[in-house]
T-cell receptor
Framework: KQEVTQIPAALSVPEGENLVLNCSFTDSAIYNLQWFRQDPGKGLTSLLLIQSSQREQTSGRLNASLDKSSGRSTLYIAASQPGDSATYLCAVRPQGAQKLVFGQGTRLTINP | NAGVTQTPKFRILKIGQSMTLQCTQDMNHNYMYWYRQDPGMGLKLIYYSVGAGITDKGEVPNGYNVSRSTTEDFPLRLELAAPSQTSVYFC??????????????FGEGSRLTVL
């Protein structure tokens, strides 16, 4: 059974720092991995989607990497800003599965 | 480009009442999902559908029903509302992996309170 873990559950850093959020999964047979952002009281916004054949994806200050063999993905945020404060969730779509498996998320706070 | 649209955004129900949360998507996605998210908690899958006329249970289906008569619409029915169903409900959709890239898109959520 696929399990997805995000550690730490919460992270607080000063503005301007580069930071890394972690996502680990137990079964490397995945179709893709997706990173989401959720602001308090809001829905989930897709940030980056990495297919199983890809190693990384980039969008602006965000870079997501995927290492299937080690069951890990990282979301790198460069030059963090207070507006980056949110909960970040990762989800994997196992191969052949109709449902995604979500991590519990990392609540990120960027302090001015 | 509307994406995934959920209505209503907010609703207060009395115990024992019933209601339907509406979800529609305009991306011609095969897969649609209903999740619930309790305060400070992760997402739990209620029901999902892989195409019109096909639905299946997720982790927490008790107290809910769904139907999928069209590709676009996937309503969630709450029968005999209970306080335990107080939550935020999210609808999501994606292409079947292989038909598309499998990216999942979410609606903005429906906040339901049962008193």
């Amino acid at each position: 059974k696929q399990e997805v873990t995000q550690i730490p559950a919460a992270l607080s850093v000063p503005e301007g720092e580069n930071l890394v959020l972690n996502c680990s999964f137990t079964d490397s047979a995945i179709y893709n991995l997706q990173w989401f952002r959720q602001d308090p009281g809001k829905g989930l916004t897709s940030l980056l989607l990495i297919q199983s054949s890809q190693r990384e994806q980039t969008s602006g200050r965000l870079n997501a990497s995927l290492d299937k063999s080690s069951g890990r993905s990282t979301l790198y945020i460069a030059a963090s800003q207070p507006g980056d404060s949110a909960t970040y969730l990762c989800a994997v779509r196992p191969q052949g599965a109709q449902k995604l498996v979500f991590g519990q998320g990392t609540r990120l706070t960027i302090n001015p | 480009n509307a994406g995934v649209t959920q209505t209503p955004k907010f609703r207060i129900l009395k115990i024992g009442q019933s209601m339907t949360l509406q979800c529609t998507q305009d991306m011609n996605h095969n897969y649609m999902y209903w999740y619930r998210q309790d305060p400070g908690m992760g997402l739990k899958l209620i029901y999902y559908s892989v195409g019109a006329g096909i639905t299946d249970k997720g982790e927490v289906p008790n107290g809910y029903n769904v139907s999928r008569s069209t590709t676009e619409d996937f309503p969630l029915r709450l029968e005999l509302a209970a306080p335990s169903q107080t939550s935020v409900y999210f609808c999501a959709s994606s292409f079947y992996p292989g038909q598309g890239d499998g990216e999942l898109f979410f609606g903005e959520g429906s906040r339901l309170t049962v008193l």
